[in-house]
């Protein structure tokens, strides 16, 4: 819903008849979290001050001592749900202290704004575009536990190879086989109608799509792209798309994952990132060298590939991110860069447009598994980095990464092989972030101890089912 202020906003939600304000925003690790109010309750005050609410339960915030949080509405955020059963008006807010009435500092969306600031100052760049492609997996089943005596997951899905077997009643075949899913038509591929009333709703809601389709995976792996647009909307936007989707798959008796390795011996989903650098309503990423790209456009990719192993704790932040960053299953592992080469970390797609507004780049590694306003902040600030330092980086890879001869792959940089190693590396070189206090060490230590935390459940505390086919006869 446009609103040129926030009373313009409360006479139009009132005109339009809202029953109720809903109040979102983003904990550390990217879920969106909510609470409704009626909207007779709706002021003013509340998007110059705040509402106060408890942040003690807020994963990653504050101790029970200290549980007092604002959460201050912006107006520019604000749409109808598409789900409620009421007519209800979600707000996104910014979070802040009550006592010094300062932004939060582990607020992720605050932190993209400072990185956004942060560029802007530097007065390298007044814009930085984003186009994240957030790949899904539809599955018809999923059931999960972990408990003492026993841990387990088991998904499944109609169209999946898995059950070409299967007693359906009859089966009428058409599944997608494994690594076969980009993209036949229906009916191999069943999805098409929910992902299109995905798209629909996007639209109607005023997020600009490019396209949706299916992926590669068997098992309804799907992506429906987004219009570039700048930094924060886009961040604002993505949210909204992982709500979107997974709402309406759960209207379709589906459930939708962003993980982005559910499947053993298939393509896992990523989240590729299309950015670029603007001033002055110039496009900054457009020049003469290496595939059209500019000097600092080329500085930037150094700067990505430079601080990448360190930037992977925002742009790959799970255990599992790690298990989709093999070789054999189209995952970019090599932090290099090309043209049109698929294998690299870093593409530069060329065949879209010869026009200079199109010159870009794309970061292939990062997974919608990040926390998207974190994840965008570390991109640009690593990639500012690199324009500052005047990073070169490298020759590109213009071959077959999977397929080079041994003596060329051993000298290609890696991603790091798990997220311990990619935690590691952001302790010991972060600078690079809190420049400018975007990345403040309060919320830098934070991070690396909910994530270590969670290494720890993981590796060295829990069995693993597959242990039991290792070991259980040892």
């Not at 007044?126 to 972990?146: I, K, M, S, W």
């Not at 950015?275 to 990719?301: E, P, R, T």
């Amino acid at each position: 819903m446009k609103a040129e202020s926030p009373r313009d906003l409360i006479d139009k939600a009132h005109a339009e008849e809202i029953e109720f304000l809903d109040v979102r925003f983003t904990d550390m690790l990217g879920q969106m979290q909510h609470f409704t109010m009626p909207m007779h309750s709706m002021e003013e005050e509340m998007f110059t001050f705040g509402i106060g609410f408890d942040g003690s339960s807020i994963r990653g915030w504050k101790t029970i001592n200290e549980s007092d949080m604002l959460a201050r509405l912006d107006h520019t955020s604000a749409y109808v749900d598409p789900f409620f059963q009421h007519k209800t008006l979600a707000i996104i807010a910014d979070i802040y202290e009550p006592k010094t009435l300062e932004p939060y500092n582990r607020d992720p969306r605050y932190i993209l704004k400072k990185a956004i600031q942060y560029v802007k100052d530097s007065g390298i760049a007044d814009t930085a575009y984003f186009g994240p492609e957030a790949e899904f997996f539809l599955f018809n089943d999923v059931r999960f536990n972990q408990d003492m005596n026993q841990g387990f997951y088991f998904i499944d899905s109609d169209e999946a190879e898995w059950n070409m077997g299967r007693e359906e009643g009859p089966n009428l075949g058409y599944k997608v086989r494994r690594k076969g899913g980009y993209f036949p038509l229906p009916p191999n591929d069943q999805y098409q109608d929910v992902r299109s009333e995905m798209l629909h709703l996007l639209e109607k809601m005023g997020i600009k799509t490019e396209k949706q389709h299916h992926e590669v995976a068997t098992a309804g792996q799907a992506e429906i792209n987004l219009v570039v647009d700048e930094a924060l909307r886009m961040a604002d936007k993505m949210q909204l798309y992982k709500y979107v989707v997974k709402n309406v798959a759960k209207e379709a008796g589906l459930t939708a994952t962003f993980m982005p390795k559910p499947l053993i011996g298939d393509n896992g989903t990523g989240m590729h990132v299309h950015q670029s650098l603007w001033k002055d309503g110039q496009n900054l990423f457009a020049g003469n060298q290496y595939a059209g790209l500019s000097d600092l456009a080329m500085n930037y990719i150094g700067g990505i590939l430079s601080n990448g192993p360190g930037l992977l704790a925002f742009t790959n932040p799970t255990t599992n991110s790690f298990k989709r960053l093999v070789p054999g299953f189209e995952a970019p592992v090599n932090l290099v860069y090309s043209a049109r080469n698929r294998s690299a970390s870093i593409r530069v797609p060329i065949a879209v447009s010869s026009s200079p507004k199109a010159k870009r780049i794309e970061f292939r590694t990062p997974d919608a598994s990040a926390n998207i306003y974190l994840a965008l902040a570390a991109m640009l600030m690593a990639g500012l980095d690199g324009v500052k330092n005047k990073t070169n980086p490298g020759e590109p890879a213009d071959y077959n990464l999977y397929e080079a001869p041994e003596e060329i792959k051993k000298n290609v940089p890696r991603v790091p092989a798990n997220l311990t190693k990619v935690l590691d590396a952001l302790e010991s070189n972060h600078k690079w972030l809190t420049a400018g206090n975007v990345f403040d060490e309060d919320f830098l230590e934070a991070y690396i101890s909910y994530k270590r935390e969670e290494i720890e459940q993981i590796v060295n505390k829990r069995p693993h089912p597959y242990e039991f086919v290792l070991y259980y006869d040892c």
